[in-house]
């Protein structure tokens, strides 16, 4: 949850440069957050599941 609730702030700059103003940045940061964090629980469900 760390990943959602505190975003890095050295993130934005590389989504700035790819041509977002801040609040875009900052969605697409979240975005690509979430999905860190399901391939995360994904990874540790199937690995649970393999035991």
Do not use: S
Not at 25 to 31: D, K, L, P, T
Request: hydrophobic share 55%; glycine share 4%.
């Amino acid at each position: 949850m760390p990943k959602i609730l505190f975003q890095a702030a050295d993130k934005l700059p590389i989504w700035q440069r790819q041509g977002l103003d801040e609040i875009q940045a900052a969605i697409v940061m979240q975005i690509t957050e979430c999905v860190e964090i399901a391939f995360g629980l994904l990874f540790l469900v199937l690995k649970k599941r393999q035991l």
